[in-house]
């Protein structure tokens, strides 16, 4: 299924919040987490450094993205610092780790291991501010995503989509906005959706290249 929306270039913040729920990539068996995140997110060494401040693979803290490595299908969810306890209990190598007691891995990191570089399952989370930064270039391109997850959000928003929605296109064909959560209900899987914005002169923003 496509799902192809226009919305005015201000409600670009409304439709980043749907990298919370996930997107879905895959990875080739064995990269490493920092790798990985280079590629699907279009960035260097140094965002993932010093801009990803928090990062869970499955729930778990990851400190070291550089050395933790996908082995399987998994969960990733990254954000920059997050305030307060939890926050400094979760950065990356922060000072306060030890707070992490509980939610630590048990360990057999590399139990049920697929071979090496075939390509794995990879549901990718962004928060905050890393979705502030990357999430109008990543839905210009296009992505994946569970059509239950997509129909929850269109639902909740659906009032201010109505309202603001230029072109909506279901299978490349011009839907309404009270169409949409209708159609996600009678379909499983996947969607591909791709949000374009549209600037205050009314003309289209380029999609990046990654």
């Not at 933790?68 to 922060?94: D, E, N, W, Y």
């Not at 090496?116 to 890393?130: A, D, I, T, Y």
């Not at 201010?160 to 929605?165: A, H, M, S």
């Not at 072109?167 to 374009?196: D, F, M, P, R, W």
């Amino acid at each position: 299924m496509e799902l192809k929306i226009t919305v005015p270039e201000y409600r670009l913040s409304l439709m980043r919040l749907l990298l919370g729920f996930g997107i879905f990539l895959e990875a080739p068996s064995g990269i490493s987490v920092s790798r990985f995140l280079e590629q699907a997110l279009g960035v260097d060494a140094g965002y993932i450094e010093n801009r990803i401040q928090t990062l869970f693979m499955d729930g778990h803290a990851v400190d070291n993205p550089e050395s933790k490595h996908i082995q399987k299908p998994c969960t990733l969810a990254v954000s920059a610092a997050m305030p307060g306890v939890f926050g400094a209990a979760f950065r990356k190598q922060g000072t306060y780790s030890g707070l992490r007691q509980g939610w630590e891995k048990s360990g057999e990191d590399e139990k049920n291991a697929v071979e090496s570089g075939r390509p794995v399952g990879v549901k990718l989370k962004c928060f905050n501010q890393v979705a502030a930064d990357l999430g109008s270039g990543l839905l210009a391109h296009g992505v994946s995503m569970d059509i239950e997850d997509v129909r929850q959000f269109w639902k909740r928003q659906e009032s201010v989509l109505k309202k603001d929605c230029r072109v909506i296109c279901i299978n490349q064909t011009k839907a309404a906005a009270g169409q949409v959560a209708k159609e996600l209900a009678v379909k499983t899987g996947q969607v591909h959706i791709q949000v374009q914005a549209e600037s205050l002169e009314g003309t289209k923003k380029a999609s990046p290249t990654f």
